[in-house]
């Protein structure tokens, strides 16, 4: 590595010799080393140098800064200090050999403004901001400050350069800035939200953030029960997706059904993963859904409000997304906002649906006595009709005549029995007297015993049972299992058209059997898909009056199947009919397993 002297003393050699050639000149030299006459300049530059070296070599020896001295007429470097290797990575000597490192090793992006920046000739310093890539690939931030160092006759023969290091202050401005933008993204988007309505306007306002821009797909979820998590139910409030291109999930509500995808929640942290096809978390069937997807990311956070946790945001990526802390930190703010909206938007719509409810008091209860009325009234008028019909004495009926009548008489005394039983059993079961004899049973047992009044009720259509041989025993009140089947059948009996299908299936999710009850029929709304299960509460396709019956069945299996400890729910579907779903606890495993009598 060339010393200051040596760097000094070739430069001036050459300038010397230069010198003697223009005696005649009344100015010479160069630098800061100026003289009438060029051999007394060089002696006297020579003796300032030797005497001021130690001190010039343990300045530059010190200092951060790098600077270097470029000969202006040979391009040549003529001295740089030591720090140059520790910012730049290369050694002195490359940049002896070769002057164009220090362009080479500029940002591609930077380079064209460092190359057509020069010095003022005017003496002014030039400042330049710029970035360098050292030779292992690292990113260096620099700031210069150049100048030319002028002889007396006003001669430009040298430049100088002092530069230093500025990455770190450049992290911190980046972070300020981007702190900065954070602040007032969080900012609008939280204006927005709260001028939201609607769940689909929260979600499409959280989406909009920076760091969940290049995202695919994104959905909503909220708890039908804050105090005990997903396991009793979950809702899909409203989904995301990042351009139209991009296909609906047609089975996803089936997805958020799964115990397995469940156990991926949490009620206190952000859950990221990467490596959907090999994160030991994800269950197979979980697994297969999201490749099926193309999904490499999936983030999940926590909606949690006044301590409770209400739900979870989840975001979907074609491409491995990993988060740092602070993006993590950032959106977490913004997802805490979208949960209290999301809880104001429920809070708001149960006020407006219970005031609704109470301005419709009176008119409920004359509908509720008007439809009891006529759901007592009707049997009876047919039983009082056909038994007046045979005492007439002045009649004379066939045998078969009287065994027709008979017949609708009985038919019509099993409805208003069905009926009175059915009110019984809500009262009992909404004052919690109803009882509930749990044991240990086979699922098919139960279904055979209940086989022949189901097939009667589907006698005008298909009528198909699947269940898997393996399935493990449950622990149910027979009797009352058997009852929600019947009626969730006959429900679909009662609106699927002639000659389409009803298939019943089961399958074990966790804990519990699922079961399902598939028809082909008109359908329920989504918007309904809760006000079915209330008492007295018909879906809005038969409000018309068309179809027979109090609404009662549905209330009545929503208690049976909670007094186990299940849920009952409407599977959400983009194909024609309705299926209801409900679970049913497993038997502990070390009780005996009981034949249905």
Known sequence: MKSMKEAIRESQIQTGNASENRKNSPQ???????????????????????????LLNQIVQNIEQVIWLRDNRSGQIVYVSPAFEAVWGRSCDSLYADPFVLIESVHPEDRVQVMVARPHGDHQPFNQAYRILRP?????????????IHNKAGESNYLFCIAQDITDQKQVELALRRTLDRTREQFDLSRKMSLARKSEAVLKAVMSAHELRSSQRAALLFFDNPDVGPTRGVELLATWLSSQTISPWLSESNLYEE?????????????????????????????????EGQIQTIVIFPLVTSGEWRGCLLVYYHQEHPFDHVEL???????????????????????????????????????????????????LTSIVGFTTTLLAEDVVWEPDEQRDFIQTIQREADRLQELIDHLLVLSRLEAGMLPISQEIHSLHEIMEDALPQLRTLTSGQTFSIHLPANLPPVYVDAKRIAQVLVNLVRNASTYAPQGTEIVITASVRGSFVQMNVSDQGPGIPPAEHKRVFKAFRRGANVEDGSAQGAGLGLAICRGLIEAHGGRIWI???????????????LAPSHLPVKSVE
């Open 571 to 585: 599977k959400r579907k983009t194909t024609p009919g309705t299926t209801m779903s409900f679970t049913i606890p």
């Open 136 to 148: 292992d690939g690292s990113l260096r931030w620099i700031f210069s400050r150049t100048f030319l």
């Open 329 to 379: 930190r950032h959106l977490k703010v913004l997802v805490d906002q979208a949960a209290i909206t999301l809880y104001n938007l429920q809070l708001l719509e149960v006020e407006e649906e219970s005031r609704h409810e109470a301005e419709r008091a009176n008119e409920i209860k004359t509908e509720f006595l008007a439809m009891i009325t006529h759901e007592l009234r009707t049997p």
């Open 259 to 291: 115990p397995g995808f469940w156990e991926l929640l949490q009620p206190h942290r952000t859950v990221v993963i990467t490596g959907i096809s090999s994160d030991p978390r994800l269950t197979p069937l979980v697994r297969d859904f999201l490749m």
């Open 28 to 54: 010479t030299g160069s630098g800061e080393f100026p003289a009438e006459n060029p051999k007394e300049s060089i002696q006297q530059n020579w003796r300032s140098l030797v005497e001021s070296e130690l």
